[in-house]
């Protein structure tokens, strides 16, 4: 099969397009002809060295396909079916990949859509259970117009939780229709929220990688914070970083398809690239300033989405 790979870490140009052996599911797992890979900015983190030091590395823990080889104990799924999920061998970006967690592609999806799914609803989802958001909580989500920030804001406001969201200014119609009440990050962001809620923030999630120090004084303490994007502040101030070492929420995978088919969660329109351009999928991220997913379409539609793509659910 066809895979992404790099032998060596640098820029781009060191991703190449290679042969490699197919793999098979084993028990509890299911191997799907790739339709769609996410790109995710662990992706280019491991190509430039900064993560996992072993070389070759396949990229990719993201994809939504067709089922076409069942592992021993398989019995919710079929040959044909469409679904989507996660590979933990973190080679999703090829031919064929096997999924350890998987589910149907909700009906208004496509594979691209479908592929921009896992990795976000699964973040969001660990990052609120670690939190314990529930009904009644003010959760506050710092950057929360990115990929990660807008999931977790649907999903806890599915939980029945207000959610106070920052992001700079044009987007706060975008917030406000994900049911989040925005407010500008940056200086005297305290006060601003305060405004908002005099009663006070019980808990923060920070997607931003910044401001720790501001979410610690609105929610009262270390404790009711949680960061997936600043790992050095978490160490100094004593705030958990979570990067799903310590346990997965994949039941986020299974139970997101109803919230989808009844219009209550949508993500971020989606930028797709052919396997073969994987490299601009890569600059494109870096550039900074991107809004959405990047994905990478596999099989009969790659052709169409060579040079990228704008596209939404």
């Known amino acids: ?111 691209p859509a479908a592929a921009a799914l896992p990795a976000a609803v699964e973040t969001a989802t660990r990052v609120l259970d670690q939190l314990g958001v529930a009904d009644g909580h003010v959760l506050l989500v710092h950057g929360a117009s990115g990929t990660i920030g807008s999931a977790a804001v649907q999903l806890a406001v599915a939980r029945g939780a207000r959610v106070i969201g920052t992001a700079g200014l044009a987007r706060h119609d975008y917030l406000r229709g994900l049911g989040a009440e925005p407010v500008v990050y940056g200086p005297g962001l305290v006060e601003r929220v305060r405004a908002v809620a005099p009663d006070g923030v019980d808990l923060a999630l920070d997607a931003a990688g910044s401001g720790l120090p501001d979410l610690i004084t609105l929610t009262g303490g270390p404790g009711q914070v949680v960061t997936i994007a600043d790992f050095a502040g978490a160490r100094e101030h004593g705030v958990r970083f979570s990067r799903g070492d310590d346990g997965r929420a994949l039941h986020a995978i299974r139970s997101i398809g109803p919230l989808i088919e009844a219009g209550r969660f949508t993500l971020p329109a989606v930028r797709t690239f052919a396997l073969a351009d994987i490299a601009d999928a890569h600059r494109a991220g870096e550039s900074g300033g991107l809004r959405g997913k990047l994905v990478l379409v596999i099989g009969p539609d790659a052709r169409r989405h060579s040079g990228g793509g704008l596209s939404q659910e």
Request: aromatic content about 6%.
């Open 1 to 111: 099969m066809k895979a992404a790979q790099f032998s060596r870490f640098g820029g781009p140009e060191v991703l190449e397009i290679v042969d490699l052996p197919d793999p098979h599911p084993g028990p509890g797992e299911i191997r799907i002809a790739v339709r769609a890979a996410g790109v995710n900015a662990s992706d280019w983190k491991k190509r430039r060295g900064e993560m996992d030091q072993a070389l070759p590395q396949a990229l990719g823990h993201e994809a939504a396909g067709i089922v076409d080889e069942l592992g021993e104990g398989i019995e919710d799924f079929a040959i044909g079916d469409r679904v989507f999920g996660l590979c933990t061998a973190g080679a999703a970006q090829a031919e064929l990949a096997v999924l350890s967690c998987c589910a149907p592609i909700p009906r208004p999806l496509d594979f």
